[in-house]
């Protein structure tokens, strides 16, 4: 028996990483980071020294990378691993989030990467989150989950996330407009832009706690079982 995919799509910190976390985790599957495997990529070109306007280069050090994603145990998030050197941690610098959205509009990055994605994806069983999970990569998906919130509400989430870090010299309207930026890079982009399936649940999480969308998502899958 196949086991179901549930696709978790949504602009940047409406809250997508914590609650497919938490939903894989009740529902016991498999949490797929997509968003952390194009981080990936940026990185490498970032520590290439390729121009990220130079997309022949980058599809050639694309075509060649070695990528490999191990899903999360315990209290460990999924790990990166490119050409053999583990970058979980380096991805999540601002330089990287600032060149992602660019590098994954190439088509030879994002074919290697939906690839990969739907290779994994093959005997069901995950909660993938990303941008084109429910359109893309996994159209069949048996509950598709767009999530969203106001630009406000997600630069302050993010602004207490850095905090959280021990970052305190964030300004919040830097943060709105980095976030803007990246919507309309995300969805404006020619191939497979951030938009939500015509089937999707869509879910604004202004005002709802994380537990509150986890249970459900939770639900929408267990009527769906
Ligand atoms: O979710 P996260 O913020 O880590 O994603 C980083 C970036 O990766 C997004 O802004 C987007 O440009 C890209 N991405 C994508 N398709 C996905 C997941 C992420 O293009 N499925």
């Not at 976390?21 to 990529?41: E, F, H, Q, S």
Request: contains cysteine.
């Amino acid at each position: 028996l196949r086991k179901p995919i549930i696709a978790i799509d949504g602009p940047a910190g409406a809250g997508k990483s914590t609650v497919t976390r938490r939903v894989a985790k009740a529902l016991n599957l498999t949490y797929l980071d997509t968003g952390a495997m194009y981080r990936g990529i940026a990185w490498l070109v970032l520590n290439s020294g390729i121009s990220i306007e130079d997309e022949s280069a980058i599809a050639e050090l694309v075509s060649q990378a070695d990528l490999e994603f191990i899903p999360s145990s315990d209290d460990q998030p999924p790990q990166v691993i490119i050409n053999g050197e583990n970058v979980t941690n380096a991805i999540r610098t601002p330089q990287i989030t600032a060149l992602v959205s660019p590098i994954s509009a190439y088509a030879a990055v994002r074919q290697k990467l939906v690839n990969y994605q739907q290779k994994l994806g093959k005997l069901g069983g995950i909660v993938a989150e990303g941008r084109d999970i429910g359109t893309n990569v996994f159209p069949d998906a048996e509950v598709k989950i767009f999530l969203t919130a106001s630009v406000q509400e997600r630069a302050r989430r993010r602004l207490l996330d850095f905090q959280d870090q021990g970052q305190d010299n964030l300004d919040l309207q830097q943060l709105e407009r980095e976030i803007e930026q990246r919507d309309y890079q995300d969805s404006h982009r020619t191939l497979a832009p951030l938009r939500k399936a015509s089937d999707a649940i869509e879910l604004n999480t202004d005002d709802l706690t994380v537990e509150k969308v986890v249970n459900k998502i939770v639900h929408f899958c267990q009527i769906n079982e």
